[in-house]
């Protein structure tokens, strides 16, 4: 039994603005921001009987900036947060000692986009930076020293096409770099994913060149020593006629396990096991499929609904899986073992004239294959049924390839939970558009940039995005924020195969459209867009208890969250 109830907070702050340059330091003017803040009076709330934690917004930071990722990836490291601001091209560097009153103290900044952050525990930290001018071409790291009041670069490597993640293990001798190796955008061209590893000194200094190793997905082709499984997702067209396998994937998130690291490949719906002492991929799991014709497993996949109107419904459909192609993935042990754990938010190729997604009542027009009359979804392509749903046309062909006999939805609107051997021992199944439901009805399957009802319906839902995993008073907990609706939920994932509902927290207030009332109602509308987590344990906060920053690229703001435990 769930239940709902408000919490108000309120809080405001004047924001100092500095800045750090690549290989200097740079004193800018103190700039003073309006005295606005991101918290919003009323955030939503669900509450699970039982539950042993709540979340409760504290302060948030503002950079003013309306859906063009100026909010991104977020580390913390004594006292302060280190937010990747993608629209500037820099990490923000934020003082958070009074939670309440976040300020900008400062920026890292490097030749290029960045797009991840990570920081040792003496430390050192990285930066992920993107070619700006050529997203294709090597990207690089760029070290800094966290240490000093104001930080400084200390120098940079370089890596693969396109770094999207950059982590640090926990014995902190190596950083690992997920090249993402996208193609370009008119898909002229196409490079290779790769990962990165990279032996880091033992001080709070720059690795060189030398210190640099490249992890490739060669022996996966035709030909090659590894054997890649079938249902590991390859596909579209290749711009160049070599390494098709190795341009395909494209690694973006990384968590490291000792001397491995669990690379999640999105788009191929797998996650590639990487050896960093020999810098070499062993193997690739593929995580295989949801049945949404299984109890527990249905979705609401149409925002017009028997009646033209939207409406929730949240139903089991034959014949329709989902691909849970995960962004975010976390590493825990529980019981002695190693778990993973992804937040499978879906994604489709489209690039050039390439468009993965169409919609179900589309199939059978304009070149692209009908979905086959044997099929159980055959009498389910209407707009109340599955017709509005976005789904794979690279997907569930017979195999003559003249009909579709399986529909294969984009993600799985769920997290999950799996060995090392890609096992599930988890997944949260549809709980998560009940409890947004339950949350906010009126606003159920809400974009983030406009509130309106079942706008992502008929796409990836809630769209869980990234997580990030704590220990609060002995228990095991993960965090997860939904990309579209807004807010993080909570599971207890303490026992793997018995993980339950928590909580559900959303700082955001719906009354306010940033897109139909204009973005000086910013601050009203509160936090849009959560991309990045981070957990920030008691005996590192600021408050002497555990918080949660998160970072949301479409409202631009970074917010703490104070994990309140109930007696």
Not at 371 to 394: K, Q
Request: charge should be negative.
């Amino acid at each position: 039994m769930l239940s709902t109830r408000p919490r108000i907070r309120r809080a405001a702050a004047p924001i100092l603005v500095g800045a750090v340059v690549a290989g200097c330091l740079a004193a800018a003017p103190a700039v003073a921001l309006p005295v606005r803040t991101a918290i919003v009076d009323a955030p939503v709330e669900v509450v699970a009987d039982g539950a042993a934690l709540t979340l409760s917004p504290v302060g948030s930071y503002e950079t003013g900036v309306f859906d063009e990722s100026a909010a991104e990836i977020v580390a913390s490291y004594d006292g302060r947060l280190y937010v990747v601001n993608a629209q500037a091209g820099l990490v923000d560097v934020l003082d958070v000692k009074k939670p309440s009153k976040p300020k900008k103290v400062g920026e890292v900044q490097g030749d290029g986009i960045a797009n991840s952050v990570a920081i040792r525990a003496d430390g050192l930290g990285v930066v992920a930076i993107e070619d700006a001018d050529d997203k294709t071409a090597p990207g690089s790291i760029v070290f800094f020293d966290a240490t000093k009041r104001k930080p400084r670069v200390l120098g940079s490597v370089e890596v693969g096409s396109l770094p999207d993640m950059v982590a640090i293990s926990e014995d902190g001798t190596r950083a690992v770099v997920a090249n993402e190796g996208e193609p370009a955008d008119d898909f002229s061209s196409d490079p290779e994913g790769t990962v990165s590893v990279i032996d880091l000194p033992g001080t709070v200094s720059a690795a060189t060149q030398a210190d640099v190793r490249s992890a490739d997905f060669h022996e996966f082709e035709v030909g090659g020593s590894k054997t890649l499984a079938d249902d590991v997702r390859v596909f579209g067209p290749a711009p160049e006629a070599d390494l098709p396998v190795s341009r395909n994937l494209e690694p973006e998130y990384v968590a490291v396990v000792g001397d491995t690291a669990y690379v999640a490949l999105q788009e191929a719906n797998a996650v590639a096991v990487v050896d960093l002492d020999m810098a070499t991929v062993d193997e690739i799991l593929p995580l295989g499929f949801v049945d949404h014709s299984e109890p527990g497993h249905g979705i609401d996949p149409s925002d017009r609904d028997p009646q033209g109107a939207p409406t929730f419904g949240i139903r089991t459909f034959d014949g329709l899986k989902g691909m849970y192609l995960p962004d975010g993935l976390v590493a825990y042990e529980a019981a002695g073992e190693t778990y993973l754990v992804t937040a499978n938010e879906g994604d489709a190729r489209e690039w050039g004239d390439y468009v993965e997604p169409a919609r179900v009542k589309d199939l059978g027009d304009d070149g692209l294959a009908p979905v086959c009359e044997t099929s159980p979804a055959a009498s389910l392509t209407g707009d109340a049924d599955l017709g509005r749903l976005n789904v794979s046309t690279a997907m569930g062909l017979s195999e003559d390839g003249t009909c579709y006999e399986e529909l294969y939805a984009f993600g799985s609107r769920s997290f999950s939970i799996w060995t090392t051997d890609g096992e599930q021992v988890f997944d949260s199944g549809e709980d998560f558009e009940r409890i947004t439901h339950e949350a906010a009805p009126e606003f159920f399957n809400s974009n983030h940039s406009e509130s309106n009802l079942e706008g992502r319906s008929d796409d990836k839902g809630p769209e869980p995005e990234s997580l990030a995993i704590g220990e609060v008073d002995g228990r095991t907990y993960a965090f997860i924020g939904f990309e579209r609706v807004g807010g993080v939920i909570v599971y207890d994932i303490t026992d793997p195969a018995a993980s339950g509902f928590v909580t559900y927290l959303n700082n955001r207030d719906f009354s306010v459209s940033v897109e139909d009332d204009g973005v000086e109602l910013l601050s009203d509308a509160g936090d849009l867009g959560p991309e990045g987590l981070a957990f920030i344990p008691a005996e590192a906060s600021p408050t002497g208890g555990p918080m949660l920053a998160v970072a949301n690229e479409v409202s631009g703001t970074t917010t703490l969250f104070a994990i309140d435990s109930i007696s």
